[in-house]
């Protein structure tokens, strides 16, 4: 069952000549500022030429400030009658399923994920059995999805892996494009309820209601790419914050997928009767065929 990412949205936002067609929202949390706002908008807008956004009870532009964005309705226009064309970008959003290690090809990610990070680097909490080589409840994430690597090597983003191992390595095993999460997280990272933005000090933004209280917080520091040859890459984060704006912000969203199905249960019928049964069938199939 796929639940809707619109719903507990306090945010929207509408072409100034639709008033009462919300074009996408937002689930506030705290974290979100109105330079934030502002960014987010940036990435969903295709505009030709500049443009303002009003916050309609108030009747003045929303200006790229820290202060705390508020709740309410947005108003987005041309900067001058006739000036600009404005449109949502109808860029895709990959369908993403949890990512799992399931052959021996993602083994040395794995490790070495575990080795630079040795804890949750979202919510800080450190795996004391580390010393021992016990890692339950850690689980190493991929940034970009494994089951996307078609796409990863159509669009050329092996250049961001520096410590590719020759040629025919894609990279998207290289630990800097992972990172060491609590299981849980791993699983609202992988479905986009929440990213880490490199642009704005590497601050985690959730989409969702925030349970796990890690809106606000900062990507822990030993796993960044200022530290080294094995740090994430910043372009991975960045296209990861991407997609998760568009998933969460246009339109009613994108389906947020059930990821638990205890033996028993009719995994394929939950698959097929829901929204995008093709683009998540082809991505679980991938998912679990990569290195055969």
């Not at 520096?162 to 494009?177: A, E, L, P, V």
């Not at 590497?202 to 030993?222: A, E, Q």
């Not at 568009?246 to 339109?251: E, F, K, P, S």
């Amino acid at each position: 069952m796929a639940t809707s990412r619109a719903i507990g949205r306090n945010v929207h936002f509408y072409f100034f000549s639709e008033p009462d067609e919300p074009l996408g929202g937002l689930r506030l949390n705290p974290s979100v500022t109105a330079k934030n706002f502002l960014y987010m908008l940036d990435i969903l807008i295709v505009a030709s030429g500049p443009y303002r956004v009003m916050l309609r009870s108030a009747g003045v532009d929303l200006k790229p400030t820290d202060e705390a964005l508020r709740p309410g309705d947005y108003d987005i226009r041309p900067y001058s009658r006739g000036t600009a064309t404005i449109a949502i970008t109808e860029e895709p959003c990959i369908t993403r399923i949890l990512s799992r290690t399931l052959t021996g090809r993602d083994d040395f990610f794995r490790a070495r994920v575990r080795e630079r990070d040795g804890k949750c680097v979202i919510t800080g909490a450190v795996n004391g059995n580390a010393s021992i080589n016990i890692w339950r409840g850690f689980e190493a994430a991929h940034i970009f999805p494994l089951s996307s690597e078609e796409h990863w090597s159509q669009k050329g983003y092996s250049q961001w892996i520096t410590n590719r191992k020759g040629d025919r390595d894609t990279g998207i095993n290289s630990c800097q494009n992972g990172l060491l999460m609590r299981s849980d997280i791993h699983q609202s990272f992988d479905g986009f309820d929440f990213s880490i933005n490199p642009d704005d000090g590497y601050k985690i933004t959730c989409f969702d209601n925030n349970p796990s209280g890690i809106d606000g917080r900062i990507l822990d520091t030993i796993c960044r790419e200022s530290r080294g040859e094995e740090g994430a890459r910043d372009e991975l984060l960045r296209w990861h914050f991407r997609q998760a704006v568009l998933a969460n912000m246009r339109g009613s969203g994108e389906p947020s997928f059930e990821m638990d199905f205890p033996p028993g249960s009719d995994m394929m019928g939950e698959i097929l009767s829901g929204p995008g049964p093709g683009k998540r069938m082809e991505a679980e199939l991938f998912s679990r065929l990569i290195g055969y």
